[in-house]
């Protein structure tokens, strides 16, 4: 069952076994790029259920073969916008329990010297403000681009935003519930601690390469 962290209260954690379960072979350096893509959009999934869980409803009244009855349909347009490029392995796990969602983009790239994040991409629909909003990022590490990319959605009208991710750190969680105290974050574990390179410990690497295959040292090599 998902729990709220004792010492980050918008933090809620995911102990499920299935999702531990993905969440190892994730972490295991010699999981290829192609299974990588799969289970991180399976964990996706799976922890979409909660994220939704307080989605708000509208009751509506439907025909079945047998008779009239009523039924509940998500209100508002749901929006899902996955930060590139590593986001886009998560929103092919929720795309496909929620087809009907929109999609937009944000692309920002971290500068390896200073660990902050720059724009180069932003692609959100105009009416930001129909529903419920769930930005994706695989990994929460110093927290600078989540910060950034929820306070582009803020910009963008959105109201109503959920933060999704795999694998968090202490910092990251602290700098973006500091910055976004109205936004829940979902995770599947919070880890020890950043490295000096900014990668969570002990992580799985480089999200973004390990599901393309565009390794390098440093995103392949666990400290």
Do not use: W
């Not at 073969?65 to 349909?73: A, I």
């Not at 403000?129 to 990022?137: E, K, T």
């Amino acid at each position: 069952m998902p729990h709220e962290h004792d010492q980050f209260p918008t933090l809620t954690l995911f102990d499920h076994p299935l999702i531990q379960h993905k969440v190892g072979q994730l972490r295991d350096r010699t999981t290829s790029f192609r299974p990588f893509r799969a289970m991180l959009a399976q964990v996706a999934g799976l922890m979409l259920f909660e994220a939704t869980r307080t989605l708000p409803t509208l009751d509506e009244t439907v025909e079945t073969p047998l008779e009239r009855t009523g039924v509940k349909r998500i209100r508002g347009a749901v929006t899902i916008v996955p930060v590139l490029r590593a986001g886009l392995g998560m929103a092919d796990g929720v795309l496909d329990l929620m087809p009907e969602a929109r999609v937009g983009h944000i692309g920002l790239f971290r500068d390896e010297e200073t660990l902050s994040p720059t724009t180069y991409l932003s692609k959100l629909p105009a009416d930001l403000d129909a529903g419920p909003v769930i930005l994706l990022d695989p990994m929460l590490a110093t927290g600078g681009s989540a910060v950034r990319a929820a306070a582009m959605l803020k910009e963008a009208g959105a109201s109503d935003i959920r933060f999704m991710c795999i694998v968090a750190a202490p910092p990251g969680v602290k700098n973006f519930a500091h910055a976004h105290r109205d936004v829940p974050i979902y995770a599947a574990s919070l880890d020890e601690r950043l490295n000096e390179h900014g990668f969570i410990c002990p992580g799985l690497g480089d999200a973004g390469d390990r599901m393309y295959g565009t390794f390098n040292q440093r995103s392949t090599a666990e400290p």
